[in-house]
Nanobody, 121 residues
């Protein structure tokens, strides 16, 4: 059984910063891609940032230059540093991982339960 647990969300004023964390636990052999998605009310879930096991990153245009994704492979943890937050960044943020479990040959993907980020004055 694998779990992804996010933390770090909250209420912040425009221009402020937050750091999200997502820790993967369970019978994990190897984690490949890790990513952050977000979903605002009435909108589709969208990819915010992604990082490969080797550290290659991808960012949505809307967050480039403001958000930074990183990971600690030893801790099976991915982070999202969010600076210069805007009201339009308000959403539920979800962690996503593609990984291989111990004793399982195929890759599987998992989602965290989400953490709310609200940007408002």
């Amino acid at each position: 059984q694998v779990q992804l647990v996010e933390s770090g969300g909250g209420l912040v004023q425009p221009g402020g910063s937050l750091r999200l964390s997502c820790a993967a636990s369970g019978s994990i052999s190897n984690i490949y891609s890790m990513a952050w998605y977000r979903q605002a009310p009435g909108k589709q879930r969208e990819l915010v940032a992604r990082i490969s096991s080797g550290g290659n990153t991808y960012y949505a245009d809307s967050v480039k230059g403001r958000f930074t994704i990183s990971r600690d492979n030893a801790k099976n943890t991915v982070y999202l540093q969010m600076n210069g937050l805007k009201p339009e960044d308000t959403a539920g943020y979800y962690c996503y991982a593609v990984l291989k479990e111990l004793g399982v040959s195929s890759l599987r993907d998992y989602w965290g339960q989400g953490t709310q980020v609200t940007v408002s004055s």
